[in-house]
């Protein structure tokens, strides 16, 4: 019986100030080797290398519906309605709405994503098209495709856990997991995290590497992490008393 070939699209997010000496970007070189490799096809936003404009402003709009006050969720969607997106923005969803798998790279800044990245976010999730006009969560305009995070840290695992010193890494992940990425309809995978590569040596940052690059080939079969949908939340948009919580952003007292 021949085996079944998948053969994916990524569309990588890359968010790092060094371009050609770190870590990140050999574990970003070794994952797209291996993708292209193997008939998978890759796209990359090295955002730092387009010199990417993270700053939402009233220059993302040829023309504007409300000159008076600047409503940027609301301009985007008359942008969207009459064609007049900026050239760059257009450019990203286009590799937005073309992958199979987005994966958003960087270092863990502040608990966080560099700005940069979040300014790609602010800038090409667009409302009416990622989101808006009924479309969250298990209707978000993404629904169909995967999504991913990938980042390091100077900190060692045991920091990051549960019980550790800076707490447990899928409660700083949330927002990012939960507000963006599911929002926005994708199925999210459990993120990969290079624990402290500058302190761990060249060995397990190698090992970091082929992980990584394991678990990009492997997305596709990876199972989802588990978020809640609006079935289990009333018209108050509390959730329902028969639904039992299962995030690290739900809970009951």
């Given at each position: 019986m021949r085996r079944e070939v998948y053969k994916m699209k990524y569309l990588i997010v890359f968010a790092h100030p060094e371009n050609e000496h770190s870590f990140q970007r050999s574990l970003l070189d070794h994952a797209v080797a291996q993708l292209l490799a193997a008939g998978h096809e890759v796209k990359i936003s090295d955002l730092y290398a387009m010199n990417f404009e993270p700053v939402a402003s009233k220059n993302d709009f040829k023309t504007r519906r409300f000159p008076e006050r600047l409503q940027y969720d609301r301009e985007q969607k008359h942008s969207v309605q009459n064609g007049e997106l900026s050239a760059d923005i257009t450019a990203e969803l286009d590799k937005l709405f073309w992958c199979d798998v987005l994966v958003m790279q960087f270092p863990l800044?502040?608990?966080?994503?560099?700005?940069?990245?979040?300014?790609?976010?602010?800038?090409?999730?667009?409302?009416?098209?990622?989101?808006?006009?009924?479309?969250?969560?298990?209707?978000?305009?993404?629904?169909?495709?995967?999504?991913?995070?990938?980042?390091?840290?100077?900190?060692?695992?045991?920091?990051?856990?549960?019980?550790?010193?800076?707490?447990?890494?899928?409660?700083?992940?949330?927002?990012?997991?939960?507000?963006?990425?599911?929002?926005?309809?994708?199925?999210?995978?459990?993120?990969?995290?290079?624990?402290?590569?500058?302190?761990?040596?060249d060995e397990k940052c190698g090992e970091y590497r082929d992980t990584y690059a394991k678990r990009l080939l492997e997305s596709h079969t990876t199972q989802p992490m588990q978020f809640h949908d609006t079935a289990d939340f009333g018209k108050d948009f509390k959730m329902s008393a028969s639904v039992t919580p299962r995030t690290v952003g739900h809970w009951r007292d």
């Open positions: 800044y502040w608990f966080s994503m560099p700005a940069i990245m979040k300014g790609w976010v602010d800038r090409v999730f667009l409302n009416s098209l990622v989101y808006g006009a009924g479309m969250r969560f298990e209707t978000g305009g993404l629904k169909g495709k995967h999504a991913m995070v990938c980042t390091s840290t100077g900190g060692f695992d045991t920091m990051f856990s549960p019980d550790g010193l800076l707490g447990d890494m899928n409660v700083a992940l949330w927002h990012i997991h939960h507000g963006m990425l599911h929002y926005t309809g994708f199925d999210v995978l459990p993120p990969f995290v290079a624990w402290a590569p500058v302190r761990v040596g």
